[in-house]
C-alpha cells in the first residue's frame, strides 16, 4: 500500500522512511531531519524505523501535526504513546484525532492535546 491509499486510520499503517520520503519528495536524510525536528514521529516496528503513512497527505505533512507532536511532548508523551494518542479514538471529535487533522481541524486536536498533558 502506498502512502497515497492510506484509507481511514484505526491503527497506523507504518511505512519505512524511504516510502515517507517518496510521498513528500524529499531524500531520506530529509525525512530524518523532521523526525530529529519532531515534525514526524518515527517509533522502530520490525527492527526498522516506520512512520505512520496518515502523517502525509497530499505530498506534505499533515498540517497540525509538528505543533500536536510539540504539545505532547511537552506534556510528557514518548513518541510511542504520541502515535497511540494520535490513533486513539475520542467520542469528543469525533474520531481519532489523526483523523481530525487530516481533516482541518487542528484547534479541536490541540486543545485536547493541551489537556491531554496534564
Known sequence: MSVSEVAGPATPTWVAVPD???????VVTRVHQLI???AVVAVRRDGAVRIP?????????????PSTITLLTDGGYSDEEIV???FREDDS????????????RGR???RRAQAAGF
Do not use: C, M, S
Open 20 to 26: 515517507i520520503a517518496e510521498a513528500l519528495g524529499l
Open 93 to 104: 471529535l469525533p474520531g481519532a484525532p489523526i483523523t481530525a487533522l487530516r481533516e482541518n
Open 53 to 65: 503513512a496518515e502523517f502525509v497527505a497530499e505530498g506534505v505533512v499533515v498540517k497540525g501535526l
Open 84 to 86: 497511540q494518542w494520535l
Open 108 to 110: 479541536e486536536v490541540h
Open 36 to 38: 530529529r525536528d519532531r
